[in-house]
């Protein structure tokens, strides 16, 4: 198969990609094309953003992902080839990378992203750490292109914050506390702010990152004070109406109970990778509100998309920094550091991506 460029001019049948290989290996290969079924588009990658996920993916850790596979499920691209009934050609879309069965319990009542069997673009099939990614045309959502880049490239881990704040069931002038200020907990902060949360306290142990909070106008608990000591203070006493843990990390999990209030929510966020304590006499007796959190519904990609395109939220101050696809194994060992950088890019060539910190 060969590409009618938007240039008018034909492309090789070949792309080049990074390739994840096996436990802590990426090759930069040259790959078939993908293929195009019908009702399917054809995207050239513009940034694909580098998660938590894919670092268990790199290690060889992920129960699903099988080497080889071309990682990459948060895509921000060009439709180069369109498919019936999607975005026409030279619109630049983020994707749902969502992959449900359609018959499982989830699925037949709408809930279909927690399907029983869900996977992901990226993951389980082909990504976008490559020049292009085949994706159905009903995972493509357009995005303003008078975004800048990277704001439309925050559209995916956004959607997870959207999605984590809806389900907190915040509804305005509650006192908020998130642990953790990677990428997903800032974001989730700012999508708080943004829905009215009265205040947002931040704890994070990193001092870069704690930073970067402050910067962006949060409180933050001090280096070194008692993050419960903190909330409680800053609370009455009482602890936090609704408390997100998007640093899934067992120390965090054991304050859980002890910063939030009677009648509280606390919110999971993050990911354990394994079993912890809880107090749950704890949450019993206070008669907490345990919400779990898996990835979006459609509805909150949407709206992430809007939130990006209105240009409430601020994006454009979270520190970002691109790699080109070459470099893909060292834009991983920069996202791993978790230092004031807070979002690691991807982009398809060096040619063809801003430099490092200017996307």
């Known amino acids: 198969m060969s590409v009618e460029t938007m240039a008018g001019t034909t ?23 993908p293929e195009v079924p019908e009702g399917w588009a054809l995207v050239r990658s513009e940034l694909t953003g580098i998660c938590g996920t894919d670092f268990s993916i790199l290690h060889g850790s992920h129960p699903r992902a099988e080497a080889p596979v071309v990682m990459g499920h948060e895509i921000t691209g060009i439709v180069e080839i369109a498919a019936a009934g999607g975005p026409a050609a030279g619109t630049r879309v983020t994707v749902e990378p969502l992959i449900h069965c359609g018959k499982c319990h989830p699925c037949r009542e709408g809930d279909t992203h927690v399907c029983r069997s869900l996977k992901l673009y990226g993951i389980d099939v082909a990504g976008s750490l490559a020049e292009y990614v085949a994706l159905p045309a009903e995972t493509l959502i357009p995005v303003s292109s008078a975004v800048p880049l990277h704001e439309a490239a925050l559209a995916e881990p956004l959607a997870v914050a959207v999605h984590a704040v809806s389900r907190s069931r915040l509804k305005g002038g509650e006192r908020v506390v998130v642990f953790g200020a990677g990428p997903i907990g800032i974001l989730t902060a700012l999508v708080a702010r943004a829905e009215g949360a009265g205040s947002v306290l931040i704890s994070e142990p990193s001092e870069e990152r704690r930073l970067v909070a402050e910067e962006l106008g949060f409180d933050t608990v001090a280096s070194g004070a008692d993050p419960v000591h903190t909330i409680l203070g800053a609370t009455g006493g009482d602890g936090a109406d609704i408390v997100f843990d998007s640093a899934a ?18 919110v999971l966020v993050g990911v354990y990778k394994k079993p912890v304590e809880v107090d749950l006499q704890a949450l019993t007796f206070a008669e907490n509100t345990v919400v779990g959190v898996r990835v979006y519904t459609r509805a909150d990609v949407e709206r992430a998309v809007k939130l990006i395109e209105g240009g409430e939220l601020g994006l454009g101050r979270i520190p970002v920094e691109v790699f080109p696809l070459e470099e893909t194994r060292a834009a991983f060992t920069k996202a791993m550091t978790a230092g004031a950088v807070l979002k690691v890019f991807v982009g398809p060539a060096t040619a063809a991506v801003p430099g490092k910190g200017e996307a």
């Open 11 to 33: 492309t090789s049948q070949t792309m080049r990609a990074a390739v994840w290989t096996g436990p802590d290996t990426i090759e930069y290969r040259t790959v078939p094309l």
């Open 249 to 266: 990390h067992p120390s965090v999990a054991a304050l859980l109970p002890k910063a939030v209030r009677v009648l509280g929510t606390i």
